[in-house]
Every structure is written in structure tokens, then in C-alpha cells.
């Protein structure tokens, strides 16, 4: 049994899974949701533990299969394994590129070949399939010569891992046909909720658990109402509908469509139930208080508001602070104004009307530029801003000091690696003795083997005792050294990296050293930080056991070695949850699935921002993809079902909070120059005439809630002052 519920983001649809699950349930969502539907189903439950229900992502559902079914044992190759085996097998059939070659020693290059074939498995295309691909397009093209380096690329990494590994993208396969004798999925209701589209990998995931489940349970957000002025918002999910309605006919498994009930009509102020309707609606209307509609709003209305606030003659009495509105609309003067008047609004909704920081949700879009302004900004407001993405570890101190230990033995003992190994902060130098050595090594020009040699010059200068102290302090820093050169003799790459092993847990005593840093991080008030450094160790000891297997019996040439350690690593990203549970979070539209919030803040709401209108970095343009669409090759998801997924990421949370709604854009970008705000903040100023385009909160009349809290407050109150 298929059951496929809807409904649009008026109603509370979490409340109408929590009412109507029972039984032995899995409830299956994506992975960054997770953690808050548990919350959520046990604070709806009322217990204080899930028993006869389980959350788990479409993953995890995989593997707790394979572990149940067999198969998990399997030497597994993930994705950092994949990049090191593809940037191996690119340098050796360099020759052979057509359209590539040259391309092969990016680590960009090899990242997006990654994901290619990533991709390619998920939508169950192999070498083979891609090979006849690379057929169908007229010969000797352009798009037919990429094709067929990727063929080469995809089709040697298969033949490298036969028979020895399996891909992790195919760990669907391990379980599919055994689906129909697993006790976790026989007699359990399955409730699938929060995904936007499938990949066919997936669908045939799901039509297995249709056959062998008590039933299937679909949830969307769709409007079956066709003359609805949105209804081309709902296009995704009624290709999804579509698709699992074939899926269930193939399958011989009936069907059932409910509307969900306006009973779960979800609670919200006038001007987010209005935001919600007329948000990408044709024509829209304008709003009048309490939530009656007029005349279709004019596109210029927010224009001209925006003008006002660039050219200085936006009303300044507008509160652009909490207040009792449930809209606020910001024009910023730069992105470090945008982001402090963001710090201020969150400040006074939890310091003046009792909201926790739960609550709230942050929402930005350019998590690159603005993420890291607005954690420090934040900062200095005494607000933890707990990013829901993931990060990269290459530029850790840990990283940075494994990969410089084999820097400096590779590289000869330069002289930067030498001083980038001490300041690590793993080494046995104190920060004085560190910085006297690195005074010296660079005034007495010390390079190459002159580290290893007693250092003769500067005795007139330094005098006798202090030269003998500074050979002291380079003794030490090197003790361990020709232990760690005697590794690089190594044969093959398993023996080194078992000698690495050794040398880091027993001579440096690195293990020790990063559970003191944790303990340290903690005591500090950083548990982010503590989960986040014990997490890069495990990534790296993970990568070093891939390498292991990958390549244990190969001939070790240290500078391959150290090579393909950075590109393995430099795919490496960790994920951090909330250090408590009354954390502020930020995430961007696609990805952000959140339950119940309060209030939102939507920073960075600029043209090319929100939405993502950045070209896509992929192998294949848009034109391509779309040809490869229309010949019925479903090789990878195009172009539109992305922005299909932001617009209905954007639809979904601007609906979503229950009292307030704060939107900003920046007036300049990064190099000053002009920006404009996005069609989303235009159509959002048109439809609410009586909502006018505040200024930011440094360029308001009054500096009462730029004194709130922390360093900001005082700097601020200092200025104030004088």
C-alpha cells in the first residue's frame, strides 16, 4: 500500500505525522533532519525516548540493512577513496585525455569527477551505459569527447575496485534483492517526509519497501488544485507523485491520494499566512490588515523603497528592531551592517520578549562570504551561531601538522615547513621558544641541512650561553626527526603508513595531545570546537586506513604519497551538531528542514544569492544537460529540477515561522560596489505597502539595541560616548 499525503506549507504537516504514526514505524528523512525530528516526535509523544519508532535518513536506513542483512562487513570505498583512486588513475592516462588533459592535477578537477560519477551511480548509470551515451551524441563533438574521458575515468576506477571494494554508491545494490527477508522492514509503516525529489537509485529503494512494508506513507508539500496562481511551484512534486504512482502501477500496488486535513492548519501571524499564499503567486495581491487581500501588487512598490533606502530617504522611524510587526524588511549599508543588525534583532527578540534561541532560525544563503561575518559578528554579541553545513578540515591544526611532518622530510627541511610544523601547536616548543627560533632562522638565512647542524653564527651578537640555549631549543624540535626519517625508507605505502602509524601514537603521543586539546576546548566553553577536533583525528585515521587498503602494496615514492593524502583529505568535510539544545542555527534555503521556529532571519537576501543564481561548476552546461534531458538520458539532475528545489526550499521556510518574519539585503558587496536585493525581497516589500524598507541598525536614529551585549555593546557605548 502507497499512501500519498499533501498538503501546502499552511498546514503543520509534522504534527500530522506525529498524530497518525503508530506501531512498529520508520520515519525516513533527509540526514540534516534527523536529529530534529527526533526531537520533535518525542516532545509530541510526550516520552523521553522513542521505542517502537525510528528516525533515520535514506543512508542509514541502507546500512542499518546491510548490517542486518549482510553485506557490512564490506571493504567500503567512499567518496575521499574515490578522489584518491581518480587523481591516481588521471595522472596515469593523462595521455589519453582529449578534452581534460592538462586538467588532471586539480584537485577541483578530480572533485568534480567525483561527484560525476557520484551521481552517475545514484541514477543507476554505469561505464557502460556512459559509453553508449558518448555514442549518441554526433561524433567527434565536444560533448562526445568529454564523454569519453569520463568513460575512461569512470571505467578504469571500476576496474581498479572489482572484485577488492565496493563503492559506497552502491551499497543500494548489496541490499536491494534482499529487502523481502528483513524483520525491520516487514510489518513496519514507512513515513517518508522532507524530500523535494528522488534519484532513481532511491525510488527503487522505496518500491522494494512498498512490496515487503505494512505500507508506504508519502508525505509533500502540494497543491492539487490546478487553477491555483502558484501551481507551477508544485511542478517537482507532481512529477514525485507521478513517478511513484508508475512506480506502485509497475508493482501492482494500489494507490491512495488524501488531501491532509485543514484541521492541522498550522498557527501563523496574518503576514506570514499571507507570505504563504501570494509568494509566487500569479497575479499576486496586495496585503491589507488582517490577511485580506486587494488589487495585485505593482513590482515597483519595493523598487522604490529600495531606492529611498540608497539615497538616504527611507522612512527612519520604521522599526526595523523586533517590535510587534510580523514583518521586517532591511536595506544594509555593507554585509558587516547587514550582519549586526541581524545580531541586534535576534539579541532583543530573546533579551525583551522571552524568546529562546531554539526558537530562531537563521537563514544565509552565501555561506561562503557572509557565513564566517555572521559567526563573528554574532560573536561579539555574546550569540553562538551553530552552522548546519558541513566544513573542511584541510586548514586544521591537526592536519596542518601531519601533513607538514611529511612536508619537511619530503621538501628537504625548507625552512617555512620547518616553522609551520612548530607552530602547529602539537610540537614541545613553547611560543617564545618558537618565535626565537624562527627570528633566528630567518636572520641567519638557516635552510635544508643547516637545521640538522649546530648553529655557529650570531655568537658575538647572541652571546656564548644564548647561543647555546637557541641549539637546545633546535635540538628539540627535532628529536624526533630521524625517527620519522627512518619511516620515509619504507618499501611499499602499508609499511609506511603503519610506520606513521607508530610514530604518531607512540613518539609524538599525538592521541594524548588532541584528547588534552578537547578537554581544554571544553573547559573553555567551546564544545563545538572539542566535537570538532576529536571528529578530524577519526577523518584522518580513516583516511590513512582507505590509503592502506587502496594502495598498502604499492611502492612507496614519498611525494605521490604526500599528494594523494592532501586530495583525500581535502574532500574531507564534518558536519557539527548544536553544543546544546537552546542553539542558534544557520543554514541556507535548499538545505535548511527545520520544524516548528518562532522566528526567522533571512540575511543576504541579494540578487545571484537567493536564489543561488551561481552557474553550476559541473562537467556539463546547461545546454548539454538539458540535450541529454530531452534525448530521455537521465545522466545527472539538471539544472531546473535544482532551481525547482530552491524555489520550493524558499516557499517552504519564509512560510514556516509562527510570529515573525526578518529579511535583509546589502547595498553594496564585498568590494563596495552596487547590489541590488533579489526578486524574493522585492515581491515581499510589493505585496506589504504598509511594511517600508528600514535601515540597518548602525544607520538608525537610535543606538539603543547596538548596546545590548558583549564586546559589541561596549564598543559601541565607547563611541556613543565620546
Known sequence: MLNIFYGRENLDKEKFIYDNIGGRALLVVPDQFTLEAERELIAHSGAKALMDVEVLSLSRLGYRLLEELGGSKRTFIDKYGRHMILSSIAAEEREKLQVFKGLEEKNSFIE?????????????????????????????????????????????????????????????????????????????????????????????????????????????????????????????????????????????????????PKTYTAERADKIQFIEQELYALPARKYARGGQSTNPAEGGASEAAADAVASGEADTASVAAAGTDSLTLVAAANLYNEAESAACYVLELVRDFGYRFSDIKVICNDQETRGPILKRVFKEYGIDLVSDTSKDILQSSIVQYITALMDVVVEKYRTDLMIKMLKSGFGDLTNDEITDLENYAIKYKIRGTMWKRPFVRGESEYGVEALVRMNAVREKALAFMPDLEAIFEAETCGEFISGLYGFLYEKVKLPEKIADLTVLQTEQGRPDLAEETAQIWGKVIGIFDQMSEIMGKQKFRAAAFRDLFEAGISQVEIGILPPTKDGLMMGTMQRTRTGEMKALVVVGANEGVLPNEKPGSGLFGSDEKNLFKENGIELCKVDDVRFLEERMGIYRNLSKPRERLWISYSLSDTEGGPARPSGVFTKLAGLFGDTPVARDALNRQSDAELVGAGPAGLRHLTEALQ
Open 112 to 260: 568534480l569527477v567525483n561527484n560525476f560519477i557520484s551521481e552517475m551511480k545514484q541514477f543507476n548509470c554505469g561505464a557502460d551505459e556512459l559509453a553508449e551515451i558518448a555514442r549518441s551524441v554526433p561524433d567527434g563533438s565536444y560533448t562526445q569527447r568529454k564523454l569519453e574521458d569520463l568513460y575512461l575515468l569512470y571505467s578504469e576506477y571500476e576496474a581498479t575496485i572489482r572484485g577488492k571494494y565496493t563503492d559506497s554508491e552502491d551499497y543500494i545494490d548489496l541490499f536491494l534483492g534482499k529487502i523481502s527477508r528483513s524483520e525491520l522492514v516487514a510489518g513496519n509503516h514507512i513515513w517518508i517526509y522532507g524530500f523535494d525529489s528522488f534519484a532513481p537509485k532511491a525510488l527503487s529503494v522505496i518500491g522494494e519497501l512498498m512490496q515487503y512494508a505494512a505500507d508506504v506513507n508519502l508525505v509533500l508539500t502540494y497543491d492539487d488544485k490546478r487553477e491555483a496562481r502558484d501551481a507551477d511551484l508544485f511542478a517537482l512534486a507532481e512529477t514525485v507523485i507521478r513517478n511513484f504512482e508508475n512506480l506502485a502501477e509497475r508493482r501492482s500496488i494500489e494507490v491512495r491520494k488524501r488531501a491532509i
